[in-house]
T-cell receptor, first 113, second 113 residues
Framework: AQSVTQLGSHVSVSEGALVLLRCNYS??????LFWYVQYPNQGLQLLLK??????LVKGINGFEAEFKKSETSFHLTKPSAHMSDAAEYFC???????????FGTGTRLQVFP | EAQVTQNPRYLITVTGKKLTVTCSQN?????MSWYRQDPGLGLRQIYY???????DKGDVPEGYKVSRKEKRNFPLILESPSPNQTSLYFC????????????FGQGTRLTVV
């Protein structure tokens, strides 16, 4: 069965510091992987997605993620955090032969001045 | 503007009083789904629909009903709400499920007392 694990329910960084949010997946077939962001009092919106093309995926707002099959990981990074990046981030996985999009438990990112 | 609209945004109700949360999308998407979001649990799928008159259970369907009579609408029905259904609910739609972006509504915060 497919699943996704996000390590760290809370991550705090200083403004300008590197952001690293971790996501590991479990899948018996090649997965499709997504990162969504949820700003306060809003729905989720897509940051980026991996669909078996390039392993390094660039998304909106300067975020990117690298698909590493050997590590079953899809960590989200941003070189320099901005105050506006404070939000909750969800990693999600789906398979081509299923009707499901499975979400991780989320990581809340705090950015301090 | 492409969007998924949920109503109401906030609802407080009493145990046992039937309620409906509406969801409408204007993107002609085939796939629609309902999720509930609870602290520490991420998003869990309640029900989904592949197209008009085609619905199926997600991971946590107990206590909920849905219908898909029109492509654009996918209401969530709680016939007899209980306090354990207090949660934040999201409707989402997409063209497919495996490798396409899901668009989310703004959420409905439901409190059952």
């Amino acid at each position: 069965a497919q699943s996704v694990t996000q390590l760290g329910s809370h991550v705090s960084v200083s403004e300008g510091a590197l952001v690293l949010l971790r996501c590991n997946y479990s899948s018996s077939v090649p997965p499709y992987l997504f990162w969504y962001v949820q700003y306060p009092n809003q729905g989720l919106q897509l940051l980026l997605k991996y669909t078996s093309a390039a392993t390094l995926v660039k998304g909106i707002n300067g975020f990117e993620a690298e698909f590493k099959k050997s590590e079953t990981s899809f960590h989200l990074t941003k070189p320099s955090a901005h105050m506006s990046d404070a939000a909750e981030y969800f990693c999600a996985v789906s398979l081509s032969n299923t009707d499901k999009l499975i979400f991780g438990t989320g990581t809340r990112l705090q950015v301090f001045p | 503007e492409a969007q998924v609209t949920q109503n109401p945004r906030y609802l407080i109700t009493v145990t046992g009083k039937k309620l409906t949360v509406t969801c409408s999308q204007n993107m002609n998407h085939e796939y629609m789904s309902w999720y509930r979001q609870d602290p520490g649990l991420g998003l869990r799928q309640i029900y989904y629909s592949m197209n008009v008159e085609v619905t199926d259970k997600g991971d946590v369907p107990e206590g909920y009903k849905v219908s898909r009579k029109e492509k654009r609408n996918f209401p969530l029905i709680l016939e007899s709400p209980s306090p354990n259904q207090t949660s934040l609910y999201f409707c989402a739609s997409s063209f497919g499920i495996s490798n396409t972006e899901a668009f989310f509504g703004q959420g409905t915060r439901l409190t059952v007392v």
